[in-house]
Nanobody
């Protein structure tokens, strides 16, 4: 259906910032809900944020609210996750996911397409 590719992960000190990008290579960005998830070793995959209808609707998990911001650029078919005030607890592999339609959903199983993931490591 679609191909998603994440980038922008890396190593950052606590309190630092990082911006992740997710490029969609098929379809149109505005036609999909784009979600960000993260998974640390030994942990379940966790919802982080999602955006739909070219930024018309967004939802951010309480665990990152006030620190993370999700946005999108339809002209570039790209979703972004701006991460500020990073904490060691944010260390995880971050995945971009997509689903058709305009309804934002939180469970990973409701997403059809997944990127390869990009590692974010926050040092303490």
């Amino acid at each position: 259906q679609v191909q998603l590719v994440e980038s922008g992960g890396g190593l950052v000190q606590a309190g630092g910032s990082l911006r992740l990008s997710c490029v969609v290579y098929a379809g149109t960005f505005s036609a999909y809900v784009m979600g960000w998830f993260r998974q640390a070793p030994g942990k379940e995959r966790e919802f982080v944020a999602a955006i739909s209808r070219n930024g018309g609707n967004t939802y951010v998990a309480d665990s990152v609210k006030g620190r993370f911001t999700i946005s999108g650029d339809s002209a570039k078919n790209t979703a972004y996750l701006q991460m500020n005030s990073l904490k060691p607890e944010d260390t995880a592999k971050y995945y971009c996911a997509g689903r058709s339609g305009v309804i934002i959903k939180l469970p990973p199983n409701d997403y059809d397409s997944w990127g390869q993931g990009t590692q974010v490591t926050v040092s303490s």
